[in-house]
């Protein structure tokens, strides 16, 4: 009896066929890690395709018209991808997607057509494109489609006999690219591409639903690779943002995005935009775009603090924290303690706490911006993506937040930390420090000092309560005018505080929520009041360290520094610029000083 042909697709086969691809691909996705040596030899290739793969699959719903659901296809791989791979093949579906034809079904010619007339926006979104990588396999796809849309129209056909197309391109970029035949690897984004073919032929072949379509609830296991070279990184940061309403031609965008750095992917069109680049500085970056676009995502990947994890770990307890810790980036760096941004947002730009706007950044545009920010907590996902790479490596995670009283990120924290600690077998221990800024930044390097000494993580833990309660912090208020924009404080009561001059100092208590702990009418006098407050509480302790911060207010915080100099005889361990989740309410101007006792 002979097969029945295939000679149109519509909805519903393109959104099975794609969860066949897709499977093949999260079943894959070590193996396409344990190849990646081009453009950056990171291992995560296979990670960041099953990343923008799940990111389809959840949003994804079958519909029965073809353009429909190429259409949907296209736009959740441009809002989910990631990683340079993640990009380009989210770049090559929405360039099928706008080269459809408006059709419920579609034959072999029409798709052929689709393939061929997609082949120049992935060329035209990466700019200096390499042969020898899934841009050529996915040429050289395309063009064996062109080849035979005359000659053959069945999809199965054409699906089983392009594959050897695809393999023979596939062992071709091991002598297309240098770097590949040196450790005598494919590309593994090409890899990756021939794996999500090969998955769609074995559905066409058997037409068995049941073996390909996966649960679309839940976060993917990031899988990662232990053998991550040791190698020269020129740009710390991988930078991804979906950007809306661009008003710069792809061309000019792309250019702009080089002078920030390399490895710029620019997918999707003016309304929708996927950026991809490797830089030093995003935050600048973003404080340019902000100006031609509304930011609607960021992602940034420190791949420094990645190498280190993998092959440059110091001790075998991973520290995390959020951003409203404040220490200096020296501190951070020198004991790998990974933090992780919260989101700001100014109107429809979102931005991440510190990594994409910076506090000299934010306080020129809480200052400029007719919208007063909002923020919002770290996600869920993110923590388990993160927690699930340092279990990957480390021996136990410990993590410590700001207090829940402020935010939700510790419930998403412990949340994720649950489900990694029952995955991995590892000890994820998530605390709330009841504190924040200054005050969080002197636990968190009590905790790194205690990691770097040898300590157990469960004696950590139990420590841990302790400098809880010895930490404090006491912020003083120049201004009333952010806590009224902020909803802090009533604009009756913000208006007569402001006619009597009147500075509050802000502190915390017990159990994490803010107080005000006195008031007075001037910002002078309240260091005054600070100072005395510290001398009285610190009579018959001893103070361990303290940190000095402000809100572009260098002075304020040099007069601190001077008095506690006095009072310590030593200098602070950090003078910092507040996290401007804590600035935006306390205001520009604001000092303050946070101290633990020994």
Same mark, same amino acid.
């Given at each position: 009896m002979k097969e029945a042909r295939i000679l149109e697709i519509d909805g519903r086969f393109l959104y099975y066929a794609f969860l066949a691809g897709g499977n093949k691909i999260l079943q894959n996705q070590l193996e396409i890690n344990r190849i990646n040596v081009f453009p950056i030899n990171d291992k995560d290739t296979g990670t960041n395709m099953a990343s923008t793969i799940r990111s389809v699959i959840d949003n994804l719903r079958p519909h029965r018209s073809y353009k429909t659901t190429v259409n949907n296809i296209a736009e959740a791989a441009l809002i989910g991808a990631r990683g340079n791979s993640g990009v380009i093949f989210a770049q090559f579906l929405f360039g099928i997607s706008q080269e459809t034809i408006n059709k419920s079904v579609i034959t072999v010619s029409e798709f052929a057509d689709s393939l061929k007339k997609s082949i120049p926006y992935i060329y035209e979104a990466v700019t200096n494109p390499v042969e020898g990588t899934m841009l050529t396999v996915i040429k050289d796809w395309s063009d064996y489609f062109s080849s035979k849309k005359s000659i053959i129209s069945d999809f199965k056909k054409i699906f089983i006999e392009s594959f050897v197309i695809l393999e023979k391109s596939l062992i071709e970029t091991k002598s297309k690219l240098n770097i590949l035949n040196q450790y005598n690897f494919v590309d593994a984004g090409a890899k990756g591409f021939v794996l999500f073919i090969e998955g769609i032929i074995e559905f066409i072949k058997s037409r068995n639903i049941r073996n390909f379509v996966t649960e679309s609830s839940g976060d993917i296991l990031l899988i990662h690779d232990e053998h991550i070279a040791d190698e020269d990184?020129? #740009?710390?940061?991988? *930078?991804?943002?979906?950007?809306?309403?661009?008003?710069?031609?792809?061309?000019?965008?792309? @250019? /702009?995005?080089?002078?920030?750095?390399?490895?710029?992917?620019?997918?999707?069109?003016?309304?929708?935009?996927?950026?991809?680049?490797?830089?030093?500085?995003?935050?600048?970056?973003?404080?340019?775009?902000?100006? #031609?676009?509304?930011? *609607?995502?960021?992602?940034?990947?420190?791949?420094?603090?990645?190498?280190?994890?993998?092959? @440059? /770990?110091?001790?075998?307890?991973?520290?995390?924290?959020?951003?409203?810790?404040?220490?200096?980036?020296?501190?951070i760096d020198n004991y790998q303690i990974n933090v992780v941004p919260l989101n700001i947002s100014f109107g429809d730009s979102h931005y991440l706490d510190k990594v994409t706007m910076k506090p000299e950044q934010f306080y020129s545009t809480l200052e400029s911006s007719s919208e007063f920010p909002k923020t919002s907590l770290i996600n869920e996902s993110t923590f388990t993506n993160l927690y699930s790479h340092l279990a990957s490596y480390y021996d136990a995670i410990i993590a410590i937040h700001l207090t829940c009283q402020f935010s939700g990120t510790y419930q998403s924290s412990t949340k994720a930390a649950e489900r990694i600690k029952n995955e991995f077998n590892k000890p994820v221990i998530v605390i709330d420090s009841k504190n924040l800024s200054g005050a969080l930044g002197l636990i968190v390097l009590r905790i790194a000092q205690a990691i770097e000494a040898g300590w157990q993580i469960e004696t950590i833990a139990d420590e841990v309560k302790t400098w809880i309660n010895d930490a404090k912090i006491f912020v003083s208020v120049k201004s009333l005018k952010y806590m009224i924009k902020g909803g802090r404080v009533s604009k009756q009561k913000g208006f007569i505080a402001n006619l009597l001059g009147i500075n509050p100092i802000v502190s915390m208590d017990s159990n994490g929520k803010s107080v005000l702990m006195g008031q007075t009418f001037s910002q002078r006098a309240n260091i005054s009041k600070v100072m005395k407050h510290i001398k009285n509480i610190s009579s018959e302790k001893k103070i361990w360290n303290y940190i000095v911060l402000h809100a572009r207010n260098s002075a304020g915080a040099e007069k601190y520094t001077e008095k506690m100099y006095r009072l310590t005889g030593r200098k602070p361990v950090s003078v910092v610029d507040i996290s401007p989740v804590i600035g935006m309410n306390v205001g520009i101007g604001a000092i303050a000083v946070s101290l633990m006792f020994d």
């Open positions: 990184i020129k #740009y710390r940061f991988c *930078t991804e943002a979906i950007l809306r309403k661009v008003q710069l031609s792809k061309s000019e965008l792309q @250019k /702009r995005l080089n002078e920030y750095g390399n490895s710029v992917v620019v997918a999707g069109s003016e309304s929708l935009c996927r950026i991809h680049v490797h830089t030093n500085d995003p935050a600048s970056l973003f404080y340019e775009l902000k100006d #031609y676009s509304s930011i *609607t995502f960021q992602k940034v990947d420190d791949m420094i603090r990645q190498s280190e994890i993998a092959v @440059k /770990r110091k001790w075998n307890i991973a520290l995390v924290t959020d951003s409203t810790c404040d220490l200096s980036q020296e501190i």
